[in-house]
Structure formats: structure tokens, C-alpha cells
């Protein structure tokens, strides 16, 4: 069993900036991608950031919403079985929850399709 832990969440004034870090404990073989979602209040969850074969490609091939193209990092290590999220210039349109979500294979051989609990970010005017 796969399980995400994230941190980093909170709240920021417009303009501001916060990192989001998301650990994963657990069997895991190998990775097929890391990534971050988001869901807004009364939507469906959205894609914000997707590294894909973060172990084949350093940094492997990336995928931001257009939202946040430029103003957020996305970074998966695979090694340290870690991806975190660099958020700039937050709007207030970014305020959400938001998961983190891991896709792979465990040690058993098992397809892993693990998400975090979520974390709250809150951008004020």
C-alpha cells in the first residue's frame, strides 16, 4: 500500500507564493507519474502539473494546466520519492484543494494509483 503525504498548504495574499511538497511511502517499483490536482469549489478536479516517467527522463516529460503555465514548477524525484509543487504568483482563482497523485508499479507488481489526503491553499485579494 502506497501512501502520499502532503504539506505546505495555507494561506498567502495575492501575488504570493507557496511550495507544496508531497511524500510517498510504501512498495514502490517504479514510478509512471507524479503529479498535482486540484479540485475548485463546484467543479470536477482538475490537472494542475503531471511529470510523467519521471524515471526514464530527468526531469521527464511535464504537463501544466494552462492556468498555471509559468507561474508554477513542477518537480518529481523519483529517487527520493518526492514531488513538490513551486506556486508564483498565486490569484485567488488558485485558491483550492489541492492532491497529490502518484501512479506506478509496487514491488509485488501491482499497478499503484495512489492520492493524497489533499491540502488547503487560500490566496486572499
Known amino acids: 500500500q502506497v501512501q502520499l503525504v502532503e504539506s505546505g498548504g495555507g494561506w498567502v495574499q495575492a501575488g504570493g507564493s507557496l511550495t507544496l511538497s508531497c511524500v510517498a511511502s510504501?512498495?514502490?517499483?517504479?514510478?509512471?507519474?507524479m503529479g498535482w490536482f486540484r479540485r475548485p469549489p463546484g467543479k470536477v478536479r482538475e490537472a494542475v502539473a503531471v511529470v510523467t516517467n519521471p524515471e526514464i527522463a530527468s526531469p521527464g516529460a511535464v504537463d501544466y494546466a494552462d492556468s498555471v503555465m509559468s507561474r508554477f514548477t513542477i518537480t518529481g524525484n523519483s529517487a527520493k520519492d518526492t514531488v513538490t509543487l513551486q506556486m508564483n504568483t498565486l490569484t485567488t482563482v488558485d485558491t483550492c484543494i489541492y492532491y497529490c497523485?502518484?501512479?506506478?508499479?509496487?514491488?509485488?507488481?501491482?499497478?499503484?494509483?495512489?492520492w493524497g489526503a489533499g491540502t488547503q491553499v487560500i490566496v486572499s485579494p
Open positions: 510504501g512498495y514502490i517499483d517504479k514510478y509512471t507519474s
Open positions: 497523485s502518484i501512479r506506478g508499479t509496487s514491488t509485488f507488481g501491482m499497478h499503484v494509483d495512489s
